[in-house]
């Protein structure tokens, strides 16, 4: 009686845990998109060089984390901010480019992007099955897609931008699941910033994918 009593505690700890990782996550998610939100507002006028020095400034944060993770949590959620903010800076020319040309496309790409997200998500959440090994898939994939943006630089293919965005966007439903199911199956809660990282950048790409999407319907 004794051990079974301890056992049910001990599972409603474990749960108290994961609920209190994925509130802490997702809250970081938020303030992340939040930063991002305001990094491409203040950048909106920004040039394109100024958007890459912003952007390899935000991915020396990411790699900054993982260093600053071992000594002070402070930090870690630090640089996770200054992520956001940057990245926003640094993707703000190409959104003030798409509003330009048309600012519907901005609205759709963020609807279809919380769908997207919420659908995937729950998905990963609530599957049993490890995605584990689906992980190592789209990460290739991840670079072979990246090779095919490489190509369609040089390459004049008809359709071509359009099948990187669908591709695109198969292969971040995949990171996506991943993602959120780490989020259940984690335990330690000082992994919540990094599982925000990383929810928030499928969240990102997402939005840019969907977003040549819908602005490439009215060439």
């Given at each position: 009686?004794?051990?079974?009593?301890?056992?049910?505690?001990?599972?409603?700890?474990?749960?108290?845990?994961?609920?209190?990782?994925f509130a802490q996550t997702m809250a970081?998610?938020?303030?992340?998109?939040?930063?991002?939100?305001?990094?491409?507002?203040?950048g909106r006028n920004l040039n394109g060089?100024?958007?890459?020095?912003?952007?390899?400034?935000?991915?020396?944060?990411?790699?900054?984390?993982?260093?600053?993770?071992?000594?002070?949590?402070?930090?870690?959620?630090?640089?996770?901010?200054?992520?956001?903010?940057?990245?926003?800076?640094?993707?703000?020319?190409?959104?003030?480019?798409?509003?330009?040309?048309?600012?519907?496309?901005?609205?759709?790409?963020?609807?279809?992007t919380a769908l997207f997200i919420a659908?995937?998500?729950?998905?990963?959440?609530?599957?049993?099955?490890?995605?584990?090994?689906?992980?190592?898939?789209?990460?290739?994939?991840?670079?072979?897609?990246?090779?095919?943006?490489?190509?369609?630089?040089?390459?004049?293919?008809?359709?071509?931008?359009?099948?990187?965005?669908?591709?695109?966007?198969?292969?971040?439903?995949?990171?996506?699941?991943?993602?959120?199911?780490?989020?259940?199956?984690?335990?330690?809660?000082?992994?919540?910033?990094?599982?925000?990282?990383?929810?928030?950048?499928?969240?990102?790409?997402?939005?840019?994918?969907?977003?040549?999407?819908?602005?490439?319907?009215?060439?």
């Amino acid at each position: 009686m004794t051990d079974s009593l301890t056992y049910r505690r001990m599972g409603t700890a474990a749960r108290g845990q994961a609920h209190t990782l994925f509130a802490q996550t997702m809250a970081y998610v938020a303030a992340t998109a939040a930063l991002f939100a305001l990094g491409a507002w203040l950048g909106r006028n920004l040039n394109g060089v100024v958007g890459i020095i912003a952007f390899i400034a935000a991915f020396a944060c990411l790699i900054g984390m993982r260093f600053a993770a071992r000594s002070s949590q402070q930090l870690t959620i630090g640089l996770l901010a200054a992520f956001g903010l940057l990245i926003g800076l640094a993707v703000a020319p190409t959104i003030a480019y798409y509003g330009s040309m048309d600012p519907t496309a901005l609205w759709q790409a963020g609807g279809a992007t919380a769908l997207f997200i919420a659908g995937f998500g729950a998905a990963g959440y609530a599957t049993r099955r490890d995605l584990a090994p689906l992980a190592r898939v789209l990460f290739w994939a991840l670079v072979a897609l990246i090779v095919f943006g490489i190509v369609l630089i040089f390459v004049n293919i008809p359709g071509g931008a359009l099948v990187y965005s669908v591709l695109g966007l198969v292969i971040f439903a995949g990171f996506t699941m991943f993602d959120f199911q780490r989020l259940r199956t984690s335990t330690d809660i000082n992994s919540a910033p990094f599982l925000a990282a990383s929810i928030f950048l499928d969240i990102l790409n997402v939005f840019l994918f969907f977003l040549q999407i819908f602005s490439g319907q009215r060439d």
